[in-house]
């Protein structure tokens, strides 16, 4: 591994942001798909209970995450190596299909840049080292996370709870907090959540949010302790608010319908991995003061 000694830390943030940005084209493909290979595994358990035979269009739907390989959604124009190098593609054929000229959407290049500026934030920050190669994996997962539910209101098991012990393991070499703090963070992180649901239930008789809300603030804490808590559930509850009320009042949004939770903690979690003792300080100065 390259250490500070062996590489400029302005070409580590060069080198680190590039990769960032690449990774970001893989995820929008994570984001796509997975919500529709959960739905896909979840028909497939039903058919089996239920005893009946698969519809002959379910084999011709099968998704992964590698096939079938990526293609225009107007044309179904298969798009090339060349057609997917991240937002230069995008740039060179101005937002459109190659093969129909069909509006290729906005979200695949603002997930690309948005991943290689939060990478590039996260090498700056943490410096040529451990911490932020492993800073970047949280940054990728709560990037993945915060656009599916944001999407769908799914928050896959499948990316929370290998993240989530992928936070344990890096904190056993204490890489951002004791393997104590982490473990109290990922017990804690989960049960915060979890009374406030059951209690939030017991009183209007109605789910106020989803489970995978719970292993969200689980995983956060599992990364960055149980000290690191309090913060992200406050900077969570204000975004949240912020947003919420501007999408009700400017119309963007029904106020009746539900709205995700895991794009605000997502994005409280990584602020507060980045600025989170400033933010502890102030919290806890502003409780003490007088």
């Not at 239920?50 to 002959?56: E, K, N, S």
């Not at 473990?183 to 989960?190: C, L, S, W």
């Not at 975004?239 to 009746?256: H, P």
């Amino acid at each position: 591994m390259l250490t500070c000694n062996q590489l400029d830390a302005g070409v580590f943030i060069v080198v680190l942001t590039v990769l960032a940005l690449f990774i970001g084209s893989f995820l929008n493909v994570v984001i796509h798909r997975l919500p529709k290979m959960m739905e896909q595994d979840w028909r497939a358990q039903c058919i089996d209970v239920l005893g009946v035979a698969a519809p002959a269009e379910a084999a011709k739907q099968r998704y992964s995450l590698s096939r079938p390989r990526s293609e225009c959604p107007h044309c179904a124009h298969v798009i090339s190596p060349i057609e997917n190098l991240p937002v230069l593609s995008f740039l060179w054929q101005r937002g459109r299909c190659r093969a129909c000229h069909g509006r290729i959407s906005w979200r695949y290049p603002v997930v690309e840049v948005s991943s290689a500026v939060l990478v590039a934030v996260v090498a700056w920050h943490f410096g040529c080292g451990v911490q932020a190669l492993w800073a970047a994996v949280l940054t990728f997962a709560l990037l993945c996370l915060a656009f599916i539910d944001f999407d769908t209101q799914y928050l896959p098991d499948s990316i929370t709870l290998p993240v989530l012990w992928l936070g344990i393991a890096c904190n056993l070499y204490g890489v951002f907090t004791s393997l104590e703090a982490s473990v109290i963070g990922a017990i804690a992180g989960y049960l915060c959540l979890w009374l406030v649901y059951h209690a939030f239930k017991l009183l209007t008789k109605k789910e106020g949010m989803g489970h995978g809300d719970f292993k969200l603030l689980s995983l956060l804490g599992a990364w960055m302790g149980w000290q690191a808590l309090p913060a992200i559930v406050i900077l969570s509850s204000v975004l949240g608010s912020i947003v919420g009320i501007g999408l009700i009042v400017s119309g963007a949004r029904d106020r009746n319908l539900p709205m995700p939770f895991g794009p605000y903690l997502a994005g409280a979690g990584w602020i507060t991995l980045i600025w989170g003792a400033k933010l502890t300080e102030g919290y806890l100065g502003f409780i003490g003061s007088p």
